[in-house]
Nanobody, 117 residues
Framework: QVRLVESGGGLVQAGGSLRLSCAASGRTFNSVDMGWFRQAPGKEREFVAAIRRSSSSTTYADSVKGRFTISRDNAQNMVYLQMNSLKPEDTGLYYC??????????WGQGTQVTVSS
């Protein structure tokens, strides 16, 4: 079992930055892959970024490449999402997730990000 708690969301103007944090507890953190997902109002949840257990491999949705950076600190059981050059279309509820080989079994409650134009 892995418990995930997100923080760092808020209201920001277009072009601004935010850093989301996700604190993990429970199962050995460095044995799971971590991901960030988001859900905009009226839309399905979508993949944003992921980082493998060893931190050697990251993947991003095309819509955020070059603007967002995912990272993790296995010593602190934390995963981060640095978001720069934010756009109104980045608005949504951002979720942290944990799992293996692309299957995410554990989810946080989400943190709201709102980007004003």
């Amino acid at each position: 079992q892995v418990r995930l708690v997100e923080s760092g969301g808020g209201l920001v103007q277009a072009g601004g930055s935010l850093r989301l944090s996700c604190a993990a507890s429970g199962r050995t953190f460095n044995s799971v892959d971590m991901g960030w997902f988001r859900q905009a109002p009226g839309k399905e949840r979508e993949f944003v970024a992921a980082i493998r257990r060893s931190s050697s491999s990251t993947t991003y949705a095309d819509s955020v490449k070059g603007r967002f950076t995912i990272s993790r600190d296995n010593a602190q059981n934390m995963v981060y999402l640095q978001m720069n050059s934010l756009k109104p279309e980045d608005t949504g509820l951002y979720y942290c997730a944990a799992g293996l080989t692309g299957t995410y079994l554990y989810w946080g409650q989400g943190t709201q990000v709102t980007v004003s134009s």
